[in-house]
């Protein structure tokens, strides 16, 4: 993910704020990796044994089984 800090001033302090943007240069408001976790879950709740297994393999390879497993639909 590319982030990009922008500056704002609120009561003479000044704040950063990253501006997230996704792979494809979207402009996104959640984390994918969330979202996809939430409808595996939703899924099947006991799928939670399946995601501490999974993680045991690192979370690169727990993000590549979610999103083998989800479809996410996109608006």
Do not use: Y
């Not at 959640?30 to 899924?43: I, N, S």
């Not at 006991?46 to 393999?57: A, E, G, P, Q």
């Amino acid at each position: 993910m590319d982030t990009i800090q922008e500056e704002r001033s609120l009561d003479s302090e000044t704040i950063q704020l990253p501006l997230v943007l996704d792979l494809d240069h979207t402009l996104i408001k959640t984390d994918l990796f969330f979202e996809a976790l939430v409808l595996f879950l939703k899924a099947n709740p006991l799928n939670i044994f399946v995601v501490f297994i999974w993680l045991l393999r690192g979370r690169a390879f727990l993000k590549r089984q979610l999103a083998h497993s989800v479809e996410l639909t996109i608006d």
